[in-house]
């Protein structure tokens, strides 16, 4: 059974920043592409940030380029997303998701899911 548990999140400024980890078991995380996604209150879910297996190529949504970086260590079975110059926007429930197929497309067949981290910006 594949388990995904996210964490670090948290309450913190404009301009601050969080890093956010999703530590998976249960399958070959190698073998995972990987994603990050979020939803604040009152809006659907949406693409952040998604990486492939081998970590060579990574998706950014828009408003997160330049400020958010994803990456993955293989040997910890571990995702990351580093979360800098945060904006009160950026205030939403993130979660950590595994695409089997590896190929970690924003809109790749994510099968498993977190449970989710709160991420709350201040203005």
């Known amino acids: 059974q594949v388990q995904l548990v996210e964490s670090g999140g948290g309450l913190v400024q404009a301009g601050g920043s969080l890093r956010l980890s999703c530590a998976v078991s249960g399958h070959t995380f190698s073998s995972f592409g990987m994603g990050w996604f979020r939803q604040a209150p009152g809006k659907e879910r949406e693409f952040v940030s998604t990486?492939?297996?081998?970590?060579?190529?990574?998706y950014y949504e828009d408003s997160v380029k330049g400020r958010f970086t994803i990456s993955r260590d293989n040997a910890k079975n571990t995702v990351y997303l580093q979360m800098n110059s945060l904006k009160p926007e950026d205030t939403a429930v993130y979660y950590c998701?595994?695409?089997?197929?590896?190929?970690?497309?924003?809109?790749?067949?994510?099968?498993?899911w977190g449970q989710g981290t709160q991420v709350t910006v201040s203005s």
């Open positions: 990486v492939n297996w081998s970590g060579s190529s990574k």
């Open positions: 998701a595994a695409d089997p197929l590896g190929v970690g497309f924003p809109n790749g067949l994510y099968q498993y």
